[in-house]
């Protein structure tokens, strides 16, 4: 595709519920990442891939959330056990490199989560 | 702590008027500097960048941003804005071989018709 795409764009849960949402990346970009972005601030990283090798989870606020790309395209980001504090948007970015060249990031639309 | 300071939240102009969005950042080591803005509705894009060499950078549509080592600044700046650059602006920094890029709470421009 032309872009990064997200799927759902909106989704209300339940509070206790568990939800998947998904990213497709640009077509053979190495990297993708996963922000938190709540409103009124600035995304928050949560985790990368590099390929489908997960690289770098240092940002995933709680055992609850759990990231994959299995196949090194597609990205899943599962919440648990969904609570009222990660209500956010969650916004996906894809680049060409790795992170150890110097890139840029191309984000995705986002999913906005609402936990009620 | 690594973190990245945008010192206006909300900045209101007329149009033609000159536009500076100041950002400082905290981060050890060499840093690659962005700008990205999200227009209305739309997806977070990138509106430039510096990686190394000439500390002023020029991006799309007519802005620019200079980066200055040694107040850990990147501001952004255009000298006369439009209407359609009504958006929020997001400074961020990454370090040169580090995995995510840390983002300023952003800064609201609404420009007056």
């Known amino acids: 595709g032309a872009g990064v795409s997200q799927s759902p764009r909106y989704k209300v849960a339940k509070r206790g519920q568990d939800v998947a949402l998904r990213c497709d990346p640009i077509?053979?970009?190495?990297?993708l990442f996963w922000y938190q972005q709540a409103l009124g601030q600035g995304p928050e990283f949560l985790t990368y891939?590099?390929?489908?090798?997960?690289?770098?989870k240092s940002g995933l606020p709680s055992d609850r959330f759990f990231a994959e790309r299995p196949e090194g395209s597609v990205s899943t980001l599962k919440i648990q056990r969904t609570q009222q504090e990660d209500s956010a948007v969650y916004l996906c970015?894809?680049?060409?490199?790795?992170?150890?060249?110097?890139?840029?990031?191309?984000f995705g639309p986002g999913t906005r989560l609402t936990v009620t | 702590a690594q973190s990245v300071s945008q010192h206006n939240h909300h900045v209101i102009l007329s149009e033609a008027a000159s536009l500076e969005l100041g950002c400082n950042y905290s981060?050890?080591?060499?840093?690659?500097l962005f700008w990205y803005v999200q227009y209305p509705g739309q997806h977070l894009q990138l509106l430039l960048k510096?990686?190394?060499?000439?500390?002023l950078v020029k991006g799309i549509k007519g802005f620019e941003a200079e980066f200055i080592k040694s107040k850990f600044s990147f501001n952004l700046r255009k000298p006369s804005v439009q209407w359609s650059d009504t958006a929020e602006y997001f400074c961020a920094v990454k370090g040169s071989s580090a995995s995510k890029i840390i983002f300023g709470s952003g800064t609201r421009l609404s420009i007056r018709p």
């Open positions: 891939f590099q390929n489908e090798a997960q690289l770098d």
């Open positions: 970015a894809s680049s060409p490199h790795t992170v150890a060249d110097t890139y840029e990031q191309y």
């Open positions: 510096y990686f190394s060499g000439d500390p």
């Open positions: 981060y050890g080591g060499t840093v690659n």
């Open positions: 077509s053979g970009h190495v990297s």
